[in-house]
């Protein structure tokens, strides 16, 4: 996972939560479930490029002794 890939996912979560904030606030459903799926988006994002990285790392090729 590049440093870009995981700010952006970051960035989509804060963004997702801004937004489900001023849905609650101003008593928006709509927004504040457009900002729930944002947020969870972005999570589902960050946790499949953490499983990318791992999967990188294993090449399989190392015997064990």
Not at 13 to 19: V, Y
Not at 26 to 47: F, K, R
């Amino acid at each position: 996972m590049s440093i870009f890939d995981k700010a952006k996912a970051k960035a989509e979560e804060l963004l997702g939560r801004a937004e489900q904030v001023y849905g609650e606030s101003h008593g928006d459903a709509a927004a504040t479930v457009a900002g729930e799926a944002h947020v969870l988006e972005a999570e589902a994002e960050e946790q499949e490029l953490e499983r990318q990285e791992h999967h990188r790392d294993d090449d399989g090729l190392a015997g064990a002794r």
